[in-house]
């Protein structure tokens, strides 16, 4: 992840908005619960959409689109801009709201760092430029390669980093002159709802609608005649039904479907050296992130090194409710992916595996805590190894043969990200390039920057988010010939 100033707690004016101010634009007191998921209190309510309300939502994007794709692109750029200084003006609360709902801390590379990340993304945004190319002028031919908006963009996002992906989402659309509509996860819709109400502070009226809602609301954009692309990131399930309901529309499709990303520790690390960096790819966000490292091979020369360096940063991370400074990883965010963790970890566990540390999560405490898990000692079949565990809990392989360790990393049907860690930087490329993954970090895993073009191979979805590619990623090309 690029590392945007992590912002410091600001004091409010009567101008800026406060926690409760944002909370209060929008809960509704007849919605449903959101719970927070460190202590099981309410955060607050949202009023759920039907796929009618987002019928009505659509046609105003449609209605809104001609005038906005018309504006001067310098227009548009200048409203980016405004939307990032909106956002770092109610940075504190934003990122409030984001750790109660979501859990996770305020502090480490979290709920600051996310709202931090939404303005760094929204000036990047702005700041690319795609012009459009004269591809053949030869005298008798003149062919130009321009680029124009879609028309309505839908966007669906998950819950694990709910404010970045939507605006990863939602800039680029906006900036090629697209109108957006975004669903938001049903476990984290008042963070998306609290954005938006932010960055519609300074775009025109129905460029930019949040409807929030469950499935069916999700089911009804991915299959809209009224949206012109549909930008999802979340489960492989989901962006397979995606898929099929586009058919009918033939509709753009960008999926950004998370991995099972592996790492490949070379025999001539210092392991002392990479364990920081190897312990932040794995457990950021305490493992909920698309392009974490899920699986570690590690060379058996330097293998128990590895593995007691890796257990002794996890020994010291503190973890608890995302509010207290200190801490630096946070819940799982729901009760069915604590689930899906605990599950995997027990079948290492029954396998032999050796858990180094964590493993044993207090069943009388609040909230879906599940400590940091360190297992070594796992066989690469396991399916604490093979499933993608989408949380705090690293499996630890021993290879003896670079060769194995590239067959293994490539056998999944998965591909977002990978790493390889490795005091020779040329020969860790060499290995990288035998890699089946969209992006392969050396001596780091899962940093993104706003410019470097992001996306996944095999079932990990297909399109570019970022950079030039992104914003071509929301526009349609035209040829200009004669
Ligand atoms: P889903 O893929 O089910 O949900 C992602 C988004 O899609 C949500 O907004 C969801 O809405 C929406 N959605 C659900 N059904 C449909 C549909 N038929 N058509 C269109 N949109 C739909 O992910 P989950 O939240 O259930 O998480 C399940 C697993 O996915 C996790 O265990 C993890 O492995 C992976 N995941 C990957 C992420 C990533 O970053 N790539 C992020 C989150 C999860 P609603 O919430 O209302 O159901």
Known sequence: ?????????????????????????????????????????????????????????????????????????????????RAADAVEAAAEPLAELLSREQGKP??????????????????????????????????????????????????????NWPMMITVWQVAPA??????????????????????????????????????????????RLSGHAGVDKLVFTGSTATGQAIIRSSADTVKRLTLELGGNDAGIVLPDVDPRAIAEGLFWGAFINTGQTCAALKRLYVHTDVYDEVCAALADVARAMPMGRGLDEQNVLGPLQNRAQYEIVARLVDAARDAGAKILVGGDPD????????????VADVDDDNPLVAEEQFGPALPIVRYDDVDSAVAMAN????????????????????????LEAGTVWIN?????????????????????EFGVEGLKAVAVPQVING
Not at 363 to 374: H, N, Q, S
Not at 448 to 456: A, E, T, Y
């Open 174 to 219: 906006l900036r090629m002159g697209n109108t957006v509509v975004v669903k938001p996860s049903e476990y984290t819709p008042l963070s998306v709802l609290a954005l938006v109400e932010v960055l519609n502070s300074v775009l025109p009226a129905d460029v930019l609608t949040a409807v929030p809602g469950g499935g069916d609301v999700g089911a």
């Open 411 to 434: 056998r999944l049907d998965v591909g977002l990200g990978a790493s390889v860690w490795g005091s020779d930087r040329e020969a860790a490329r060499a290995v990288a390039a035998r």
């Open 106 to 159: 305020l502090n480490g590379p979290n709920a600051r760092f996310e709202v931090g990340a939404c303005a760094a993304w929204l000036r990047a945004t702005a700041a690319t430029e795609l012009p459009g190319e004269t591809v053949l002028d030869d005298g008798e031919t003149h062919a130009e390669l321009r680029y124009r908006p879609v028309g309505v963009v839908g966007a669906i996002g998950p819950w």
């Open 1 to 81: 992840m690029t590392t945007p100033t992590v912002t410091e707690p600001v004091t409010t004016t009567p101008e800026t908005p406060t926690y409760e101010s944002l909370l209060a634009g929008v809960t509704d007191p007849d919605g449903r619960e959101v719970l927070d998921p460190a202590t099981g209190e309410v955060v607050g309510r949202v009023a759920f959409r039907s796929p009618e309300d987002l019928d009505a939502a659509v046609a105003r994007a449609r209605a809104a689109q001609p005038a906005w794709g018309a504006r001067a692109d310098a227009e548009r750029t200048d409203l980016l801009l």
């Open 444 to 464: 780091s895993h899962g940093g993104v920057h706003p410019m470097i073009p992001f996306g996944g191979v095999k079932k990990s979805g297909y399109g570019l």
């Open 363 to 374: 069943p009388d405490a609040p909230g879906y805590f599940y400590p940091a898990t360190i």
